[in-house]
T-cell receptor
């Protein structure tokens, strides 16, 4: 079972360009999340989706947008990248009574 | 809002020894979950252990155990017989009990643990 996949693994992006980070899960989990990880700050929630067709803002949503057209996919879009968006981005999903979140391998994004 | 504090940015211990990582949290919730995640150099986030706040018994998973003190809002992780593969960043995380759907995780800033051969 693949679990959660993210693409690309890493990317260097020029400031002002747009980019979509892809996330796909094959566990049929209802909820999905996007976090960013920055040194000294831990992981912070950007956006989430409790079920297909719904999304919500997390702690640091500015500059990011998401969509949830189906259960499996939860792409994160940066419309106009800025250097402060340089980070490692993790997608996660969860379902069930144990409320455990499963994480993808992450995408390292560098905005120059 | 919930906050999670990990006051030890870095720790190191000799192989085979026991080490305890500290975590405190602040919440007004009565029902919630606490987690420890491990992030080795591969960058993958791996769930180590999970504790439900309504359970008084401390969770254990093989060499990993927690000391959950609800009144003190403390949730420390003990690693026994430490191994080189335990070298990683460890994150403490909080989740309030979901009423509808699922809830987000609030993470601490992490503790970098190095096991010395």
């Amino acid at each position: 079972t693949a679990g959660i996949t993210q693409a690309p693994t890493s990317q260097i992006l020029a400031a002002g360009r747009s980019m979509t980070l892809r996330c796909t899960q094959d566990m049929r989990h209802n909820a999905m999340y996007w976090y960013r990880q920055d040194l000294g700050l831990g992981l912070r929630l950007i956006h989430y989706s409790n079920t297909a067709g719904t999304t919500g803002k997390g702690e640091v949503p500015d500059g990011y947008s998401v969509s949830r057209a189906n259960t499996d996919d939860f792409p994160l879009t940066l419309a106009s990248a800025v250097p402060s968006q340089t980070s490692v981005y993790f997608c996660a999903s969860s379902a069930g009574e144990r409320n455990e979140q499963f994480f993808g391998p992450g995408t390292r994004l560098t905005v120059l | 809002a919930q906050t999670v504090t990990q006051s030890q940015p870095e720790m190191s211990v000799q192989e085979a020894e026991t080490v305890t990582l500290s975590c405190t949290y602040d919440t007004s919730e009565n029902n919630y979950y606490l987690f420890w995640y491990k992030q080795p150099p591969s960058r993958q986030m791996i769930l180590v252990i999970r504790q439900e706040a309504y359970k008084q018994q401390n969770a254990t998973e093989n060499r990993f155990s927690v000391n959950f003190q609800k009144a003190a809002k403390s949730f420390s992780l003990k690693i026994s017989d430490s191994q080189l593969g335990d070298t990683a960043m460890y994150f403490c995380a909080f989740m309030k009990h979901p009423n509808f759907g699922n809830e987000k995780l609030t993470f601490g800033t992490g503790t970098r643990l190095t096991i010395i051969p």
